[in-house]
């Protein structure tokens, strides 16, 4: 865990007066909203459809014990008693009162969370891999870098006001599991032969109403220049990038207008300005942002596998777990466990105040007080000894955090929709549990097997609906919702070597009663094509295409009317 310097801790108590003072003037009327909307964006506050909505950042996806204290305090006292995780590794609070904001903002910096650069036109939280500095497939460990950028993003006066929002994510592992490619810029952070640590930079990608898959701008940049890489990068976006349409303004319009190779020479020539100057980076840097990181103690035991390898066998329900929400780690003698937050009885995301309290304690106990979120809106106990892992799954057995769903059809992922989100076209939360109730077999799901289905209640693609390999969007029919849905949606390269890809409409947009229905007969065409059982949704689609697929599931449609 980063534990803040002095000039973190003064820079956010800072925010929090500047914060309370803004919010006093508008409340008396010094402040028009035009004049309040910037000034609360920047700080994460959102007028949704129902009430205020707080979007708090978590670095990088970790939290510290004391830190999830802190927000199931202020989901208790201040919301109607739960949070919700989001895909870029935040916490939304959705029914509170604007006046209570600016205590709640006080509450968080005392145990080192803001939400400063949440929302509005700026550089926001920079997102990683979940598994960052654990995976054994990792080559190199994101935390210090992403924190790198934290520090130097953070109330950056030149980028305060980008022609749109702007996003950064960064990977150091073999396997993508930080969508780079998705995002405005994307790092792979890896080494050179003689170990020294560089960065493949991608430019372009994003979802939203054009979605694009990133291009490689630089192959490998020292990491010495990193920053003023960035930064030649942003300036030249900022620049150039288009102010009259916020639908054209983001950086993935900017490069398909420029093309890549004039792009790639604006930026090359801004940056002769910049290489060599006060943001190249020094080790001595580097190290100072490292020593700020706690280490975790690992201890040194022995574990006996074979226990549990007899208990799965005996015990169906710790099998399915094990296999599913239980995950490699570094470090012999430990695990990584996932708690899935993706039970049919609640909205994906969402987790009660009281879950929060007994999360902390239970990492307190098992985990080095350290939790994670995950881009698939679950939850990460990181450091967890094998040889307490049937008491931790018997613990969040009791919570309703032990759904051995990770990876498959009902662990969905979904923005809040129109339940909440004044800009979305139609409802994802209900639909989304009428799809875990359609496939609430638990067998039933591990004999289909891995897949991604990802829900968007519009087009700003909050639910990641673009590259899910099953992608459900809300779309708005004379006052009626409706749902596109996409097949070939891919976050990132995977094990089987896989790509980033943007998901393609398939046909017509379906009923809301009919999308469960829909979905099972996507699953039935998989089913009845995939060879063997260890061939994944995905990889049948890539093998015979979408037609199979869309004559399964149009032919119910056309029944059903």
């Not at 020294?196 to 939203?208: C, K, L, N, S, W």
Request: proline letters at 4%; one cysteine or more.
């Amino acid at each position: 865990m980063y534990r803040y310097t002095k000039i973190d801790q003064a820079t956010i108590d800072t925010r929090v007066r500047q914060f309370r003072d803004q919010t006093s003037r508008y409340l008396a009327g010094e402040l028009s909203e035009e004049q309040f909307r910037p000034l609360r964006l920047q700080n994460g506050l959102y007028i949704q459809r129902h009430a205020p909505m707080l979007r708090v950042a978590i670095p990088y996806g970790l939290l510290s014990a004391r830190q999830l204290r802190a927000l199931a305090e202020i989901a208790q006292t201040h919301d109607r008693g739960y949070g919700h995780f989001t895909t870029r590794q935040n916490i939304q609070f959705n029914w509170l009162q604007l006046t209570q904001v600016p205590d709640i903002l006080e509450k968080l910096a005392k145990v080192q969370l803001h939400a400063i650069q949440t929302s509005g036109n700026c550089i926001r939280n920079t997102t990683t891999d979940h598994f960052a500095g654990i995976a054994p497939d990792e080559n190199v460990n994101a935390l210090v870098w992403c924190e790198l950028i934290r520090q130097w993003s953070t109330l950056h006066p030149e980028f305060a006001h980008l022609p749109r929002k702007f996003k950064i994510a960064v990977s150091g592992a073999q396997v993508d599991r930080a969508a780079t490619y998705l995002h405005d810029i994307g790092l792979i952070a890896t080494t050179a032969r003689d170990g020294d640590v560089g960065f493949r930079v991608i430019v372009g990608g994003g979802m939203g109403r054009t979605p694009r898959i990133g291009q490689v701008i630089r192959e490998f940049l020292p990491w010495q220049h990193l920053l003023s890489y960035l930064e030649a990068i942003l300036r030249v976006y900022n620049l150039k990038g288009r102010r009259d349409n916020k639908y054209k303004a983001r950086i993935k319009i900017l490069l398909q207008e420029e093309g890549l190779e004039p792009f790639k020479k604006a930026v090359e020539e801004e940056w002769q300005h910049l290489q060599d100057g006060v943001n190249t980076l020094t080790r001595k840097k580097i190290n100072a942002i490292t020593k700020q990181f706690t280490e975790p103690k690992y201890c040194k035991f022995e574990t006996k596998d074979d226990f549990y390898k007899t208990l799965q066998k005996y015990d169906k329900r710790f099998g399915q777990w094990v296999k599913r929400n239980v995950h490699p780690h570094r470090v012999n003698g430990y695990v990584a466990v996932t708690l899935s937050l993706k039970a049919t009885d609640r909205a994906p995301g969402d987790v009660t105040a009281d879950q929060m309290q007994a999360i902390a304690r239970i990492a307190e106990r098992y985990s080095q007080e350290e939790i994670r979120v995950t881009h698939e809106q679950n939850l990460l106990l990181p450091h967890v000894p094998k040889k307490h892992l049937e008491t931790v799954w018997l613990e969040l057995i009791e919570l309703g955090l032990a759904t051995a769903n990770v990876g498959l059809i009902t662990n969905i992922i979904a923005c809040p929709g129109g339940d909440f989100c004044s800009l979305a076209n139609a409802k994802s939360l209900p639909l989304a549990k009428a799809i875990q109730n359609k496939f609430d077999d638990l067998d039933y799901q591990h004999d289909i097997g891995e897949i991604d289905l990802n829900i968007s209640g519009c087009i700003n693609s909050c639910g990641h609906h673009h590259v899910g390999h099953i992608g459900i969007l809300g779309v708005d029919k004379q006052g009626e919702e409706w749902y596109q849905i996409t097949l070939g949606g891919n976050q990132g390269t995977n094990a089987n070597g896989i790509n980033a890809a943007v998901g393609k409409i398939i046909g017509p947009s379906v009923k809301q009663a009919d999308v469960p229905h829909f979905i099972e007969r996507l699953i039935e065409a998989y089913l009845d094509h995939r060879e063997g059982q260890h061939e994944r949704f995905i990889e049948t689609l890539q093998r015979v295409g979408v037609e199979p697929f869309k004559e399964y599931a149009y032919a119910y449609a056309v029944q059903a009317d």
